[in-house]
Structure formats: C-alpha cells, structure tokens
C-alpha cells in the first residue's frame, strides 16, 4: 500500500471511530504519518545506524545519552562541550516504546519540552515522550489504539507537550538525585524510567538545554 493510501485509511478509520465532530480538529500536517509504512525505517533503525543526528547543524546544541556506556555529553554539532561520565536509568531497562508503569527508558530522539526547577530531584529536563514518531510506532505495532493516537496528536498540538496518561506513558526526562542517596545512584538502575545524573551535574546542564534542545538517548 502506498503512502497515500495508507493514510487516507488512517483517516477513514479515525472518521469511523470518532464521528464526523472529533474527526474535524485531526491535525493535518503530512510529516505525522510518514513512519507508518512498513518497508520505511524506524526512527530507532535509523539512530542506531548514524553517529550524529539527521539533519544536524554546525552550532546546534543537544544532548546525547548513552545508556550502555552511561554517558551523557553535551554536543554542539559534532563537538563535545560538557560530559557525564555516569548515569542511572529505568528500573526496567530500556526500550523503543515503553508502557505505562514499566519503568522503562525510552530508546530514541525526543525535544526538551518542559523545565522544573522546582523538582523534587533538584531540576528536571522534561522529554517530549509519546512524540509524533513514537505514537505512529506505538499505533503500527498495536500497543496503542487509534483513538490514544488522535489523542497524543491533539494534546501536544494544544498544550506544546507530550501527554502522559496513555498507555505509553510520559513524564520521562532527565534529572538529579534531590535528597536521594547517593550510593544506590551510583549502583543501581533505580528510575521510574528517567534518566539521572547527580545534583551537581544536573545543575551543570543547565546553561546548555532549552525548551526544543534536541536529545537522544540510545541503548
């Protein structure tokens, strides 16, 4: 089926599930069903196949974590500017597209999209987890339904964000301990699916991200 077809079905089958009053705030920028064909590469296929994001400039600055090498580095372009040399991550370990409650980290290229410093873990870098690509994903292999679909679309094109409340999850970014202990930080993998740095050096990542800072995190 080409790509066309495909997401004339995708429509037709929001039409049916929805109603014609739903149906009608569906976004329509083309670039959201793109990844939906099954001969196209993941995003996953894709990040693990380059050293450097797609599309990458010379002074563009993000992020980039390493869960195997627990390894974060601040890059601007193809140049490292800060480096951490350890990190903590999901309880459940890691994987493209996580559930809800499983305290996994998600595997893939995400945006800063939200910013507390008023966290309980000291300062939290908020990732747009479900993004567009994730839910296209999520909604191919079955793990959400079209109507959870729709939804993750609508709210990030309402609130600028990704929701958290369905099956994928959300709320996942990168953070400090707080009043966590330091020991199980440095032993443990102890995270409800974010990643975590210490206090310190959250706090030195600061000057570097902002909302729409590119990040990816790979396994």
């Not at 480096?83 to 559930?99: M, T």
């Not at 409800?192 to 740095?197: L, M, Q, S, T």
């Amino acid at each position: 089926m080409n790509r066309a077809l495909f997401r004339a079905a995708v429509l037709m089958a929001g039409l049916f599930t929805f109603g014609p009053t739903v149906q009608a705030n569906i976004p329509y920028s083309s670039h959201h069903l793109d990844g939906m064909l099954g001969d196209t590469p993941t995003l996953w296929q894709a990040l693990d196949a380059i050293a450097m994001p797609e599309g990458l400039t010379p002074d563009e600055v993000w992020l980039s974590i390493d869960l195997r090498n627990r390894l974060v580095r601040v890059f601007r372009g193809e140049h490292v500017i800060k480096r951490i040399d350890h990190l903590a991550y999901g309880a459940g370990g890691a994987a493209p597209l996580r559930a809800k409650g499983s305290s996994m980290t998600p595997i893939g290229e995400f945006r800063v999209d939200r910013i507390n410093r008023s966290s309980r873990f000291a300062l939290f870098f908020g990732f747009d987890y479900p993004n567009a690509q994730v839910a296209e994903e999520a909604l191919r292999s079955g793990k959400i339904t079209l109507q959870e679909y729709w939804y993750i679309e609508e709210y990030r094109r309402r609130h600028g964000r990704a929701p958290h409340t369905t099956a994928l999850g959300g709320l996942i970014g990168i953070h400090g301990l707080g009043r966590g202990d330091p020991e199980v930080h440095e032993l443990f993998d102890w995270t409800e699916g974010c990643v975590a740095v210490n206090n310190e050096q959250i706090r030195a990542l600061d000057p570097w991200l902002r909302i729409g800072t590119r990040v990816v995190i790979k396994g």
